[in-house]
């Protein structure tokens, strides 16, 4: 946490890097969270927030406790899972 301003340019980097990965596996999952419960808080709202744009192209999965469930704003997310559709 360095409060200098440059949240959004992190998201930008992670959806960046997963987006090319999932360009080039389709086939594989991207299982991320962030490295403090903050941190995949954060990650949360963001895909929250963007959530319709980010479903048409990626099928968006959460690990909460000892379940796989669709994402959903209201969870206690502890990682996410994240593959590319094959359209």
Not at 35 to 44: A, V
Not at 52 to 76: G, H, R, T
Request: glycine share 4%.
């Amino acid at each position: 946490m360095s409060d200098n301003g440059d949240r959004n340019k992190i998201l930008a980097t992670v959806a960046k890097a997963v987006d090319d990965f999932t360009e080039k596996y389709p086939d594989r999952w991207v299982i991320f969270r962030g490295s403090t419960r903050e941190r995949t808080r954060l990650y949360r709202m963001a895909v929250g927030i963007n959530q319709d744009e980010l479903s048409a192209k990626f099928e968006i999965y959460v690990y909460v406790e000892d379940q796989i469930l669709p994402f959903a704003k209201n969870l206690e997310i502890n990682a996410f899972l994240i593959k590319r559709k094959i359209l």
